[in-house]
C-alpha cells in the first residue's frame, strides 16, 4: 500500500522500467516477468506504470493489455508516437485498466525536426495538436512529450506545450533526453514554460531525465522544484545509453530531504531492494557494489572510524537504516538444519516474496548449496534466488555437464533441455570455458558474437559460489545473461544460456525499427 501524502506536496511517480528501461541493450523482459514486475511496482504504491511501446511488437501489446488487466490502484500507460495508427494500438491496449493512459510524443529540437523528423517545425506542431487531439478520443488521461526539450527553440517549446494542453493534455513532460541539461537550466525551463503558457496551472508538469552525464536524478529533483509535480525514473536507473532517473534515489532523495524540499512520493520504501533484485535478475543486469540506495556496499562501512561511528550512533554514517528500503543484515544465521519457515522469514528479510511454487524449488536449491557450503550467507541466498528468477521462462536450460581440464587439453560433455528434449555434445576449446561455450553452440547455433564474460565470488572463501556475466551480440541486438553456482564452469554454461534465451526472445519480438521508441 502506498502512504497518504498531502497533494499539494505530492509528486507522481511514474516507472518506465518495462518500456523505456527494456530499451537498455540486452535488457529483455518476457511476458511473465513484466506482469510480475508491475504487480511488484503497484504494491510499492507507484503511480504510473508505463508497461510498453503497444505497436512495437504483438508481444509488447499483449503485455500492456495483460498488466491493464490486473493492476487496479496504478494507471497503466502505453506509449505511442505521434501517429494514428500508434495512438490506436496503444488504446486498444490500455482499455481493459481502471486507470489508463496514453502517452504520445514527437520531437521539437531543431536538430531532431530536420534529421530524424525530416519536418518543419509547422508541421511539427500540426502533429501535436492531432496527435494529442486523438489520444484524446480514446482516454480522457493523456501524456504529452516533447522529445529532446532541452534543445528545443523556447518559444517554439512554448507553442507546442500550448497546442497539446489545448487539445486536451492532462499531462505535458519535458524530458531532457540526451542527458544534455544541468539542474538550474532544467529547472528554470519548467519555471519559464509554467509561467509563459497559457493553461499550463491545469494540467501536471513531468520530468524524464537520462543520465549522460551523470545528472539524471539531479535534474529531476531541480525540475521539482521548478514546478514539475511527476517524475518519470526506472528501478535501478535502466534505461537508453547510461540509464534513466533511478527510481529508488528519487524516492529516497525526497523522503530523507522531505523537510527542505518539501515533497514527498507516496512510495512505500521497502519493497525498494526487492524491486531492485528483481529487475537486476530478470535483465541480467548486475547491479554495482556502489549503487546508491541499493548496491552491496549502500550500508557497509569498513573504515576503522566510520564503524566506530556506527557502533556509538548509526546517525554518524547513515543518512537512512537499511531496513527502510528493505535491505538487511550479513549473518550466517542459515544452514542446512534450517527448516522451511525460517528460509521463508529470511527471504522476507532480504525482500523476497515468493510463491508456494517458487519457495519450494528455492529451498531445495537451498539445501543443495548448504550441503556444498559451509557456511550460507546471506549474498549466496541472494544470488540463489535471483538465480531462480533468471531461469524463470528459459525455452534452454542446462541439464548436465562434465568438464576435463589439464595441461593435455580441455573438453567438455554438455546436455542441454530444449523445449523439453534433451540435446547432447562434446567439444574441445582453448580453455573449459572456451569448451563449454563451443558445446553449447553445437547444440545451439547461433551466430552470436561473445562481448562480455566477467566472473566474480558471491561469497569469500574457495566454496564461494561463482556469479557469472555473460554478454552476447547479433544482428545488432544486446541480450545479457547471468548465473550462480558453486562450480564455476557451470555458473559459465547457465549464464552463456541465460544470455541466448534471452537473446532468442529479442528475435520473436521482431520489432520493427521504424516502431523503436526513443529514449526520450
Known amino acids: 500500500m502506498s502512504v497518504t501524502v498531502p497533494d499539494a506536496h505530492r509528486v507522481v511517480i511514474f516507472d518506465t522500467t518495462m518500456r523505456d528501461g527494456e530499451q537498455s541493450p540486452g535488457a529483455s523482459m518476457s511476458f511473465d516477468e513484466k506482469l510480475e514486475l508491475a504487480k511488484i511496482l503497484e504494491e510499492m504504491g507507484v503511480n504510473v506504470i508505463e ?24 494507471t497503466v500507460c502505453g506509449l505511442a508516437r505521434a501517429a494514428a495508427a500508434d495512438i490506436d494500438r496503444c488504446a486498444e491496449a490500455i482499455r481493459p485498466a481502471a486507470r489508463g493512459r496514453i502517452h504520445t510524443f514527437i520531437s521539437t529540437s531543431p536538430v531532431h525536426m530536420k534529421w530524424k523528423l525530416q519536418m518543419e517545425p509547422e508541421a511539427v506542431l500540426e502533429a501535436v495538436t492531432a496527435s494529442v487531439s486523438r489520444a ?34 492532462t499531462t505535458i513532460n519535458l524530458p531532457d533526453t540526451v542527458g544534455y541539461s544541468y539542474p538550474e537550466e532544467y529547472g528554470a525551463m519548467f519555471r519559464d514554460v509554467i509561467a509563459k503558457v497559457p493553461g499550463a496551472d491545469e494540467v501536471v508538469f513531468s520530468a524524464h531525465c537520462h543520465n549522460d552525464l551523470g545528472l539524471a536524478v539531479a535534474n529531476s529533483i531541480a525540475a521539482i522544484q521548478g514546478g514539475a509535480r511527476q517524475v518519470e525514473c526506472a528501478v535501478n536507473g535502466i534505461g537508453e545509453r547510461a540509464g534513466n532517473a533511478a527510481l529508488e ?10 523537510e527542505d524540499l518539501g515533497f514527498d512520493t507516496g512510495v512505500d520504501p521497502s519493497h525498494i531492494t526487492r524491486a531492485s533484485r528483481y529487475v537486476s535478475a530478470i535483465t541480467g543486469f548486475p547491479v554495482q557494489f556502489n549503487k546508491a540506495i541499493v548496491g552491496k556496499n549502500a550500508f557497509a562501512h569498513e573504515s576503522g572510524i566510520h564503524q566506530d561511528g556506527m557502533l556509538k550512533n548509526a546517525e554518524t554514517y547513515e543518512i537512512m537504516k ?4 528493505g535491505q538487511g543484515a550479513t549473518n550466517l544465521v542459515m544452514g542446512k538444519h534450517s527448516g522451511r ?32 557450503k559451509k557456511h550460507v550467507f546471506d549474498d549466496d541466498i541472494i544470488a540463489l534466488v535471483d538465480d531462480a528468477l533468471a531461469r524463470g521462462s528459459e525455452k534452454i536450460r542446462v541439464a548436465k555437464l562434465r568438464v576435463v581440464a589439464g595441461t593435455d587439453g580441455q573438453s567438455a560433455e554438455l546436455t542441454l533441455d530444449v523445449d523439453g528434449e534433451e540435446r547432447t555434445a562434446e567439444a574441445t576449446g582453448d580453455g573449459p570455458v572456451d569448451a563449454v561455450f563451443n558445446a553449447i553452440h553445437a547444440i545451439v547455433p547461433h551466430g552470436a558474437a561473445l562481448r562480455l564474460f566477467q566472473v566474480h565470488a558471491v561469497t569469500e572463501g574457495t566454496d564461494a559460489q561463482a556469479q557469472v556475466s555473460v554478454r552476447l551480440e547479433e544482428d545488432g541486438r544486446i541480450a545479457t545473461g547471468q548465473a550462480a553456482d558453486t562450480d564455476t564452469l557451470t555458473a559459465s554454461a547457465k549464464a552463456y544460456v541465460n544470455a541466448l534465451n534471452n537473446l532468442f526472445s529479442r528475435k520473436e519480438k521482431s520489432r520493427p525499427e521504424t516502431a523503436i521508441a526513443s529514449g526520450f
Request: with cysteine; charged share 30%; net charge negative.
Open 51 to 74: 508497461a510498453g511501446f503497444p505497436i512495437a511488437s504483438n508481444g509488447d501489446f499483449e503485455a500492456v493489455r495483460a498488466i491493464a488487466k490486473i493492476v487496479t490502484e496504478s
Open 322 to 325: 537499511p531496513e527502510d528500503v
Open 249 to 258: 534515489e528519487i524516492v529516497m532523495a525526497l523522503r530523507v530531504r522531505g
Open 341 to 372: 519457515h525460517a528460509f521463508r522469514e529470511k527471504l522476507k528479510a532480504l525482500g523476497y516474496e515468493l510463491g508456494q511454487n517458487a519457495l519450494n524449488e528455492a529451498f531445495v536449491r537451498f539445501k543443495e548449496l548448504a550441503d556444498k
Open 136 to 169: 484524446r478520443n480514446h482516454c480522457a488521461d493523456v501524456e504529452w512529450s516533447a522529445e529532446d526539450a532541452t534543445r528545443t527553440d523556447r518559444e517554439f517549446l512554448y507553442r507546442c506545450v500550448e497546442a497539446a494542453i489545448r487539445a486536451g493534455a
